[in-house]
């Protein structure tokens, strides 16, 4: 199987192109731009929190506009472009189609991406990816935080469109002989987060279009001073951006699913509860918004319905990582660069999950909510297990997509000290919650728990930031400079259990 | 994918479903007993605003970024925001509770031993967020 590998083409050639793969290219070009440049901003976080006090950053409100942007950039413009890219290279060729659906549609909700882009970093926002009322509409600076609005706006109908595009081409465009129970488990995963997206996202974009028009000061809707209500945009953001942490997990974990039976050199365990377990997180993902949203002052019962729904979600996820173990259980197991980042992301997204229920039980809540530890827990799904998953996966495509091989041993390296740093940082925040830390804060005072944790955790940031610079330069140098690649079997795997499609679609 | 059975999978779900059902009930025991405000309470009404907190005592009395409590009594915030939504947090006797403008949200303790405790707001309302500080003081009861 083969990637579009073709001649050198003028760019523009790719820019205008509606083909799938190019337009993969175009997505996972910009998506890994946006990963390094969220990434910087976490640098100077964290370098800012090293101490109390100021550091390098010179105000608060500086501060307050780069976890803004830093938290935007990584979700919106690395993560869910990030997924489109991979599925834009796999799902046409996982269910034996010439290309997407809708090419042109394809190309469309790509380029919508940049100017978005361009509006959140051009405005630079304070008011956090949360968008909080009454804070957003009546403290805000515009035009910073109007651009936002209208960037995240144009993000949310791009995945949209994108969403509707992999829910056809995998519906509608599957070859007549494959049935639905016949397609790989990353195109179950493409379509569970597709259609969730396609329920959850709509109820974002209202919320945003009553955010601008309170900013404009027409209308009160989220605005307690004209008799709105702050909590039911809470609701409604939470009602799209919980089923949104399926969305971008789901495509990570159909990613592994792709990696980790072809290095384990055996079928994946269960196709079938692996299916299952994609359909019961994108239907039981609907049913805990709310447990964001204990402390607004809830009433027990609510608390009692949210904690319930979120529990739910467990047993599904526990699936998923049973049919890895299980996988590698007793496997010829090949430690390629991919499968390292897999199997890492699976021990991450264990942990995660594992924090997650002590966020979900009412009365622990109460001590980790808007503390470090829900930044840290959230950050081991984001980074841990997500970013995890598609670099991982990036390695696994790089060969069909450039031809050429990356360097195994920079790659190792790059998974060793991402996956030190990630634990340091991480995983500390845990501690430097129950300590009380809360989230989002410029300067804390000097007290010294909080001290020590926020070291080790800049010390991590640093190292990872160490392995991206590792990994850019892998990647820039492997795609002009490196071995050419074995398409057939570039991870020597005896190809048995290699990759089942052998198809090239043909460029239009 | 292939023929075998799949029983240490639905063994192990039905592990998990149990260990989920054991959390969500002690939780929801827990929370039962934590919500019970004591009748003796006294209310205390906190405000919050860019970017401090106002605590107003049953008697009248006002003190702004602290608030002196008794040793041994039942104590209950009436938490409330003037301007944007803020977040009352005693991490010490693990009270949080949001402060909305236009709501009025409840929480109560009871402080068991004298000391000093950090105020903070734990919820993202602007500049100085992060100084959105106070101190409990709890001091031996006077009479």
């Known amino acids: ?508 | 994918m292939g023929n075998h059975s799949n029983w240490p999978e639905w063994i192990y779900v039905a592990v998990v479903i149990a260990l989920m059902t054991w959390v969500g009930a002690e939780a929801w025991e827990a929370e039962r007993l934590v919500e019970h405000v004591p009748a003796d309470a006294e209310t205390i009404i906190v405000t919050g605003q860019q970017w401090f907190w106002t605590f107003e005592h049953e008697d009248g009395t006002k003190e702004i970024g602290e608030l002196h409590v008794e040793v041994g009594k039942a104590y209950k915030f009436e938490v409330m925001s003037k301007d944007v939504n803020h977040s009352f947090n005693i991490h010490d006797y693990v009270v949080l509770m949001d402060a909305i403008p236009g709501r009025v949200n409840t929480v109560w303790f009871a402080p068991d031993a004298v000391g000093e405790h950090d105020i903070q707001c734990r919820e993202y309302c602007g500049l100085i967020h992060y100084n959105m500080r106070g101190t409990l003081y709890v001091t031996e009861p006077t009479t």
């Not at chain 1, 007793?330 to 942990?351: D, E």
Request: charged residues 10%; neutral net charge; contains cysteine.
């Open chain 1, 1 to 508: 199987m083969t990637l579009e590998l073709q001649k050198p083409r003028p760019i523009w050639q790719i820019m205008f192109s509606t083909h799938h793969t190019d337009v993969g290219l175009l997505y996972l070009i910009s998506s890994l731009t946006f990963l390094f440049l969220g990434g910087s901003l976490a640098l100077g976080i964290r370098a800012e929190l090293f101490l109390p006090g100021s550091q390098i950053i010179a105000d608060a409100m500086t501060f307050n506009r780069i976890f803004t942007v830093h938290g935007t950039t990584l979700i919106f413009l690395f993560i869910i472009p990030f997924a489109s890219a991979v599925g834009n290279y796999y799902v046409p060729i996982m269910v034996r189609y010439k290309d997407m659906a809708y090419p042109k549609l394809n190309a469309i909700a790509f380029w919508m991406i940049p100017p978005a882009g361009v509006l959140i970093w051009l405005g630079f926002a304070d008011f956090t990816w949360y968008a909080t009322p009454p804070y957003s509409i009546i403290s805000a600076p515009g035009p910073a935080a109007d651009m936002w609005i209208f960037g995240l706006k144009i993000l949310g109908i791009s995945s949209v469109l994108g969403a509707l595009n992999f829910v056809v081409t995998i519906l509608k465009c599957k070859h007549p002989d494959m049935s639905i129970g016949q397609i790989p488990l990353m195109a179950w995963s493409f379509l569970s987060s597709s259609l969730i997206i396609m329920v959850a996202i709509p109820t974002f974009a209202a919320a945003l279009l009553m955010l601008l028009t309170d900013r404009l000061g027409v209308s009160g809707f989220f605005n307690p001073a004209m008799g709105g209500d702050p909590i039911s945009y809470a609701h409604l953001f939470w009602f799209t951006f919980h089923p949104e942490v399926y969305v971008l997990v789901i495509p990570a974990i159909g990613m592994m699913y792709e990696i980790i039976p072809r290095f384990s050199r055996k079928p994946i365990y269960s196709y079938s509860s692996g299916v299952f377990a994609f359909v019961m997180l994108s239907i039981v993902g609907f049913s805990s918004w709310a447990h964001h949203m204990y402390a607004t002052g809830m009433s027990f019962t609510e608390k009692t319905v949210f904690m319930v729904g979120t529990l739910a979600a467990v047993p599904a996820s526990a699936m998923h990582v049973f049919n890895f173990v299980a996988t590698m259980w007793n496997a010829r197991i090949r430690f390629s660069t991919p499968m390292m980042w897999a199997v890492g992301g699976i021990a991450l997204f264990f942990s995660a999950g594992a924090g997650g229920v002590v966020n979900s039980a009412m009365p622990l809540d109460f001590t980790t909510h808007d503390t470090y530890w829900v930044v840290g827990h959230f950050h081991l799904f984001v980074m841990g297990t997500i970013a995890f998953g598609s670099i991982g996966y990036l390695y696994y495509m790089f060969p069909y997509v450039t031809g050429r091989m990356y360097n195994e041993t920079l790659g190792k390296i790059h998974f060793i000290l991402s996956f030190i740093g990630t634990v340091l940082v991480f995983f500390t925040q845990h501690v430097l919650g129950l300590y009380g830390m809360p989230r989002r804060i410029y300067d804390y005072p000097p007290i010294p728990e909080w001290i020590a944790m926020n070291q080790i955790a800049s010390i991590g940031a640093m190292i990872i930031g160490i392995s991206m610079a590792v990994f850019l330069a892998n990647m820039i140098h492997s795609a002009g400079k490196g071995k050419f690649a074995d398409t057939d079997d570039p991870f020597g795997l005896g190809g048995k259990y290699y990759y089942p499609f052998e198809a090239k679609n043909p460029s239009h």
